[in-house]
Nanobody, 127 residues
Framework: QVQLVESGGGLVQPGTSLRLSCAAS????????MAWFRQAPGKEREFVAV????????IVADSVKDRFTVSGDNVKNTVSLQMNSLKPEDTAVYFC????????????????????WGQGTQVTVSS
C-alpha cells in the first residue's frame, strides 16, 4: 500500500506561484505513473499533469500547460507541480495519485488508472 502525502497548498494572490509536492512512501516502479488531479467545488475531479517514473514524457493538461510543470525526484520519491501565474479558476483541492502498473499513454489522463491517492491539498487563488 503506497501512501501519498501532498504539501505546499495555500492562499495566494492571482499572478503568483506555488509549488506542490507529493511524497510517496515507497519508490514507484519503473514506468509507473504519478499524477496530479484537482477538484473545484461542485465540479468533477480533473486531470492536471502526469509523469512516468524513471523516464517517459510528462503530460500537462492543455488548460494549464503554459503555466504548470510537473517533475519527479528519484532520490526523494517525490513529484512536484510548479504552478505559475495562478488564476482564481485554479482554486481547487489538488490530489496526488499513483498507479500500480505501467499504464498506456491513452490512460494516463484517466482517474480510473490510479490506485493510490493522497488526501489532497487546498489551493486558493484570490485577491
Amino acid at each position: 500500500q503506497v501512501q501519498l502525502v501532498e504539501s505546499g497548498g495555500g492562499l495566494v494572490q492571482p499572478g503568483t506561484s506555488l509549488r506542490l509536492s507529493c511524497a510517496a512512501s515507497e519508490r514507484p516502479s519503473y514506468g509507473f505513473a504519478m499524477a496530479w488531479f484537482r477538484q473545484a467545488p461542485g465540479k468533477e475531479r480533473e486531470f492536471v499533469a502526469v509523469i512516468r517514473w524513471n523516464g517517459g514524457p510528462t503530460i500537462v493538461a492543455d488548460s494549464v500547460k503554459d503555466r504548470f510543470t510537473v517533475s519527479g525526484d528519484n532520490v526523494k520519491n517525490t513529484v512536484s507541480l510548479q504552478m505559475n501565474s495562478l488564476k482564481p479558476e485554479d482554486t481547487a483541492v489538488y490530489f496526488c495519485a499513483a498507479s500500480s502498473s505501467r499504464p498506456i499513454v491513452s490512460a494516463l489522463r484517466q482517474r480510473t488508472t490510479y490506485t493510490y491517492w493522497g488526501q489532497g491539498t487546498q489551493v486558493t487563488v484570490s485577491s
